[in-house]
């Protein structure tokens, strides 16, 4: 059984940053996609980030673009959402999840952690 658990989450002043980490456990997940998706309160769960189980491609949401950097460590098991510039507009759940592709869509990805909270105030 796969399980993914996020951690790093917490609260930050706008403009600073955070980094997130997944940490997969069970059996391994080096040749998935791994992805990054949030929910903020009373909106849907939307896509943020994704890297190829290479860590070579990796794709943005164009509201996180040259502020967020995905990365992964296969050794570790371990996919990393780097947060800089931080906006009131992040502030949401975290979920980091595991797929067959670097899609965009939250059907593409089969096995998702419990979620983490990330709370930009002013």
């Known amino acids: 059984q796969r399980q993914l658990v996020e951690s790093g989450g917490g609260l930050v002043q706008a403009g600073g940053s955070l980094s997130l980490s997944c940490a997969a456990s069970?059996?391994?997940?080096?040749?998935?996609?791994m992805g990054w998706f949030r929910q903020a309160p009373g909106k849907e769960r939307e896509f943020v980030a994704s890297?190829?189980?290479?860590?070579?491609?990796?794709y943005y949401a164009d509201a996180v673009k040259g502020r967020f950097t995905i990365s992964r460590d296969n050794a570790k098991k371990t996919v990393y959402l780097q947060m800089n510039s931080l906006k009131l507009e992040d502030t949401a759940v975290y979920y980091c999840?595991?797929?067959?592709?670097?899609?965009?869509?939250?059907?593409?990805?089969?096995?998702w952690g419990q979620g983490i909270q990330v709370t930009v105030s002013s």
């Open positions: 069970g059996r391994t997940v080096t040749n998935y996609a």
């Open positions: 999840a595991a797929g067959a592709t670097t899609a965009v869509g939250a059907l593409a990805y089969d096995y």
């Open positions: 890297v190829s189980w290479s860590g070579i491609t990796t």
